[in-house]
């Protein structure tokens, strides 16, 4: 093979991989301007619809260890493709949904699900498997950053759709175009284990079972400490994700400020995640760990203390997208220097999990907090506590690898 058609093969690979990502992640990522006419639309109250985003949050944590352990023993395609139907049946049917159950069903089970299973525990792996190793720092922040695209765009495609044709058929047009993901499934197939298989064969060694991998991963500290910092960052994430308009709108500001703080956040994470994917092999991944997490606690601090005016809120959006999702790239790069590519879908799946717990409690005590208090303080003081208990969590990590191939 010559390294043009290489190079074709990993532009083909990265496409593939970002563009889905961008599409799936977008739309959940959009989901919190819809927030408020769901509630007007279905007198449910803040904490109930709140709790049906929470649900999501953990269902497409929970999707993800058992999607990746699919996916490395039949094939990613197969998996990419049924988790982009799910989410597009759970989106197109949100807006029909007038009670607590439904909406947890919709946008809990159904999109959350098939996000999980379209997300990036299955991509970051597929990448992975189909990247030279000096590549994949930069190919995981590709990847990465098409996420971010995805919430760059598709907000203020939202905002466009919603005043144009109303906040329920916006929804529906969002799901839509998740679609447009289907081609990735077939460029991305194959199994990650096959692959293994056929390494441990060679060197006369047998490939790890999922079982021995992850007991294997469970008594490794710098596993455990990077799925505690990883919980952090879904608190972070999903709060920010589903309270942010609801945070500017408390401030006075109109709601198109929410939209595009969404936008803004997106569009630097694209340059967070590529610069981050450039970092990834050039110091080490747990010090770029530790810097994120620091930047976000003193961040919303400094938020907290300053005048809320438009150019603030754009500013405070624009160092939160840098930070956004870059911890991806370091976080996929030390499971995979850990232990190896055979499971790695399912192993990240389990990281991915911790963070989804975290993004649970972000987005449901956000609407809890808020309804009770009437201000959203006390979750901005919570979240600067657990960024710097991410950032000393992250110090203890290991980067070596803690997990060889068992003698066949």
């Known amino acids: 093979m010559t390294a043009r058609s290489d190079s074709r093969t990993l532009a083909w690979v990265l496409l593939a991989a970002a563009g889905a990502f961008a599409l799936?992640?977008?739309?959940?990522?959009t989901m919190g301007l819809f927030l408020s006419p769901l509630n007007t639309s279905t007198g449910l109250g803040l904490a109930s619809i709140s709790l049906a985003f929470a649900f999501g949050q953990l269902w497409w944590g929970l999707t993800q260890p058992f999607a990746g352990a699919v996916a490395d023993r039949i094939g990613t395609g197969r998996v990419l493709a049924a988790g982009v139907v799910l989410v597009?049946?759970?989106?197109?049917?949100?807006p029909l949904m007038q009670s607590t159950a439904g909406l947890v069903f919709a946008i809990g089970v159904l999109a959350a699900g098939g996000a999980g299973m379209a997300g990036p525990s299955v991509l970051m792996a597929a990448t992975t498997r189909l990247v030279p190793p000096q590549r994949r720092g930069l190919a995981s922040g590709i990847v990465n950053a098409g996420g971010s695209f995805g919430q760059f765009a598709m907000a203020p495609i939202a905002v466009g759709l919603t005043a144009s044709v109303g906040w329920a058929g916006a929804m529906q047009w969002l799901g839509v175009l998740v679609l447009l993901a289907l081609p990735a499934a077939w460029v991305l197939r194959g199994n990650s284990n096959a692959l293994?298989?056929?390494?441990?064969?060679?060197?006369?060694m047998r490939a790890l079972s999922a079982r021995e991998a992850i007991a294997q991963a469970l008594v490794t500290p710098g596993y455990r400490y990077l799925a505690a910092g990883f919980l952090v960052c879904g608190f972070h994430v999903a709060f920010l994700a589903t309270h942010l308009p609801g945070v500017i709108a408390a401030c006075g500001l109109p709601p198109e400020v929410g939209g595009w703080a969404l936008a803004v956040i997106g569009l630097f994470n694209i340059a967070g995640s590529l610069l981050m994917g450039w970092a990834v092999g050039r110091w080490r991944m747990k010090s770029l760990l530790v810097?994120?997490?620091?930047?976000?606690?003193?961040?919303?601090?400094?938020?907290?203390?300053?005048?809320?005016?438009?150019?603030v809120v754009l500013v405070f959006s624009a160092v939160m997208g840098v930070t956004f999702l870059s911890t991806v790239p370091p976080t996929a790069g030390l499971v995979a220097k850990m232990f190896?590519?055979?499971?790695?879908?399912?192993?990240?799946?389990?990281?991915m999990l911790a963070h989804?717990?975290?993004?649970?409690?972000?987005?449901?005590?956000?609407?809890?907090?808020?309804?009770?208090?009437?201000s959203y303080d006390w979750v901005w003081y919570m979240d600067i506590a657990l960024a710097a208990g991410a950032a000393l969590a992250s110090l203890p990590i290991r980067e070596s690898p803690a997990l060889a191939p068992a003698r066949a």
Do not use: D, E, H
């Open 24 to 29: 799936t992640m977008g739309t959940r990522q």
């Open 340 to 351: 190896g590519t055979a499971n790695m879908a399912m192993l990240f799946g389990l990281v």
């Open 196 to 204: 293994a298989a056929q390494a441990a064969a060679a060197s006369g």
């Open 88 to 94: 597009v049946v759970g989106t197109c049917i949100t």
């Open 291 to 311: 810097l994120l997490y620091a930047t976000r606690g003193v961040a919303v601090l400094v938020f907290l203390l300053a005048p809320k005016t438009p150019a």
């Open 356 to 374: 989804q717990i975290g993004g649970f409690l972000g987005a449901y005590l956000g609407g809890t907090v808020f309804q009770a208090t009437g």
